[in-house]
C-alpha cells in the first residue's frame, strides 16, 4: 500500500516539474549560486578536489534515475562516446575547473557579470564556423555586450586591456567562457540517447578529466587523499551544493523547461545567470557592488535585449 507522504510527495513533484517558468528560472538561480559556491570554496576545499567530488557525486546521484536508459542506449552511447567524452571535458570539466581557480583572483561579482560572454562567443563561433549569419541588432547588442565585459574585466580602467594587466581570475573567466561555447557549439551533434543516459555518461567523463586534471596540475594521482582531508566541513557542504543543485537539479530542470515551453523561450532565461550571481555575491559573499559593474550589468542587459529582440523579430 502507498504510503500519504510518498503519494504527496509524488503530487508535490509531479507540479513542479509541470512549471516550466519556474523550473527554467530556478535553473540559472542554481548556476548562479555555482559562482557563489566556487568563491566560498577558497581555503575550504581545494579546487581540483572540489571538481573531482563534484562530478563523482552528481554522477552517484544520477546513476539510479539512468540505469534503465543506460542500458537501453548503450549501443549508441558506445558510438559516440569520443563527443560524449568532449561533452563532460569542456562543458562540465573544464568550465568549472577554470572558474574555481578563477575564485581565488577575482570576485564571484565579475565571474558572474562576465559569463555573459558565453553567448556572445557561440554567435560569433557560428557565423565564423557554421556561416549562421547574424542581423544588425544582434551585431550591435553583441558589441555592446563585449564593451561592457571589457569593463569589468578591466575593472573601469581600459587602460588595463591596452597594457595586458588584466587580472588573471578574469583571464580565466575568459577561458572558461570560451570552454563552453565549445561545448554549446558541439551540443548539435549530441547523440539521440535519452537525456538520463547523456547526463551519467558526460557527468562519467567529467569525473574522469577532473582527475585528469588532478593528476597533471593538481599534486599528482595520490593528492586527491591529502585535499579531502584537507577539506571543512564548510568545503564538505559546497562540495554537496555544487553536486546536487548546479549539476543536477539544473540540468533536470532547464532539459524539463525546454520540452514544455521548446528552447527559443527557455533560452532566454539562461541570461538570468550573471543576474542571479551578482545579486547572491552581495547577499551570500557582502562583495561590494562597485559603479563599473553597474555599468557593465546595464550595458550587458541592453545587448542581450537588442540580440533577442532580433532574433524574435528578424531584424
Known amino acids: 500500500m502507498t504510503k500519504p507522504q510518498d503519494t504527496q510527495y509524488a503530487r508535490l513533484s509531479s507540479n513542479l516539474l509541470n512549471q516550466p517558468y519556474l523550473l527554467v528560472v530556478l535553473a540559472p538561480l542554481f548556476w548562479g549560486g555555482n559562482m ?21 557525486g552528481a554522477l552517484l546521484m544520477t546513476l539510479p534515475f539512468a540505469w534503465g536508459p543506460l542500458q537501453r542506449d548503450w549501443p549508441a552511447i558506445r558510438k559516440a562516446w569520443p563527443i560524449l567524452l568532449l561533452y563532460g571535458a569542456l562543458g562540465y570539466t573544464t568550465f568549472n575547473m577554470f572558474m574555481y581557480l578563477a575564485a581565488h583572483f577575482t570576485s564571484a561579482i565579475n565571474t558572474s557579470i562576465e559569463q555573459a560572454l558565453i553567448p556572445v562567443l557561440v554567435m560569433i563561433a557560428n557565423f565564423i564556423i557554421f556561416r549562421v549569419k547574424a542581423r544588425i541588432l544582434q551585431v550591435i547588442g553583441v558589441a555592446i ?3 561592457g ?15 595586458l594587466t588584466i587580472n588573471i581570475g578574469d583571464g ?15 551540443l548539435r551533434y549530441r547523440p539521440a540517447i535519452n537525456w538520463w543516459s547523456f547526463l551519467a555518461t558526460t ?13 597533471v ?10 585535499g579531502l582531508m584537507a577539506t571543512t566541513p564548510l568545503g564538505w557542504l559546497i562540495i554537496l551544493y555544487v553536486a546536487f543543485f548546479p549539476s543536477v537539479l539544473s540540468q533536470l530542470f532547464y532539459a524539463r523547461g525546454v520540452e514544455l515551453i ?16 551578482t545579486l547572491l555575491s552581495i547577499i551570500v559573499l557582502s562583495e561590494p557592488l562597485e559603479s563599473y559593474n553597474l555599468i557593465t550589468a546595464v550595458l550587458v542587459v541592453i545587448g542581450i535585449v537588442l540580440a533577442e529582440y532580433s532574433a524574435n523579430r528578424k531584424i
Open 172 to 186: 580565466l573567466v575568459v577561458l572558461a567562457c570560451i570552454a563552453y561555447a565549445a561545448y554549446s557549439l558541439t
Open 217 to 226: 596540475f593538481g599534486g599528482g594521482p595520490l593528492a586527491i587523499a591529502p
Open 262 to 277: 521548446g528552447p527559443n523561450r527557455a533560452s532566454l532565461f539562461i541570461n538570468l545567470i550573471p543576474v542571479f550571481g
Open 36 to 56: 557563489v559556491a566556487g568563491k566560498l570554496a577558497v581555503d575550504q576545499v581545494d579546487p581540483y578536489t572540489l571538481t573531482v567530488m563534484r562530478w563523482l
Open 149 to 163: 565585459i571589457a569593463i569589468t574585466a578591466s575593472h573601469g580602467d581600459f587602460g588595463r586591456i591596452l597594457s
Open 203 to 215: 557527468f562519467a567523463a567529467a569525473l574522469f578529466t577532473g582527475y585528469v586534471f588532478q593528476c
Open 145 to 147: 555586450t563585449i564593451v
